[in-house]
């Protein structure tokens, strides 16, 4: 009897105003996820397509012919290796400087008074603004006097440069919500200040912490324009450099570009489904209007 009485319930819900409302919007998030998705799908299924289907004048939405040959292309080769490792270098250092150089002034800016703070939240929004194209010029005269050129060093840093101002705004409303109390217990309990920011101020802010360690990670994985200006040798290029290997003059190996950008954006799919709720929950906290 509960079974039907929840299920006369249901369609009387699906009736009323609210109900025909909910139905409406579900239809516009399954048509909007479909435009958003549809595009990692084609990647993917044609990353599965042989060379003839590829290239074929009728156009298929699924692999008829199924072979894996064009991963085995890419994970076989030595360059493929050498450019997967110099993307995993370039994206760990950058990530772990934008956190070394972050962190700290979020948590200087949001706990203490700091004279200039608006000016200096100003800055950081306006430097997230500037295209890397601008920057180009002055980090290579930089790198180029320190010595830096043709090193990991030079595109980590250029990546971190961009990352520090993002996770300063990000992390300064989660510090400045954490209790002045907390920090009074702590002292209390014979903590100093370095202490009390690595045992209590950064467990508190987990999800933001896992927020920011995400996206400037991602941010190294994904450069291109800093690895190709500042390191000139082949040897030290990252994957989104190698791509272009598939482009020759006797045409493109489609099918063998797809698997490579299926594997290139493989760590952001799985970096946003198993910590979709803390990068999300991140990104909300810190657009806190404050």
């Not at 190996?253 to 929950?281: D, T």
Request: net charge positive; with cysteine.
């Amino acid at each position: 009897m509960s079974n039907e009485k929840e299920k006369a319930v249901k369609k009387q819900y699906w009736k009323t105003k609210e109900g025909r409302k909910d139905i409406i919007n579900c239809a516009i998030s399954v048509v909007i996820a479909f435009f958003f998705l549809f595009p990692i799908y084609w990647l993917i299924q044609m990353s599965f397509k042989t060379d003839m289907e590829s290239f074929g004048k009728i156009v298929t939405y699924y692999p008829h012919e199924f072979t894996i040959d064009p991963w085995l292309q890419n994970l076989q080769d030595a360059d493929f290796l050498t450019s997967l490792k110099n993307s995993l270098l370039i994206a760990t250092c950058a990530m772990l400087i934008s956190l070394a150089f972050g962190v700290p002034a979020a948590y200087g800016m949001g706990r203490y008074k700091v004279k200039g703070t608006k000016s200096f939240m100003l800055t950081f929004l306006v430097t997230q603004m500037l295209p890397a194209s601008v920057m180009l010029t002055p980090m290579y005269l930089t790198f180029s006097k320190l010595h830096l050129l043709g090193t990991y060093c030079a595109p980590a840093i250029a990546v971190a440069a961009g990352s520090i101002p993002f996770i300063v705004v990000t992390l300064r409303p989660y510090f400045k919500s954490i209790p002045v109390s907390l920090d009074e217990a702590a002292r209390i309990d014979g903590c100093n200040v370095f202490r009390s920011f690595f045992k209590i101020m950064i467990p508190t802010i987990k999800t933001g912490i896992i927020t920011v360690v995400v996206i400037s990670f991602l941010n190294g994985w994904n450069d291109l324009i800093y690895s190709m200006t500042f390191n000139v040798k082949a040897d030290m290029r990252p994957l989104t450099a190698n791509i272009r290997k598939f482009q020759s003059k006797y045409g493109t190996k489609w099918n063998a570009i797809m698997a490579y950008g299926a594997i290139l954006v493989i760590p952001v799919i799985l970096a946003f489904v198993f910590l979709q709720k803390y990068i999300v929950g991140g990104l909300t906290a810190g657009a806190v209007k404050e």
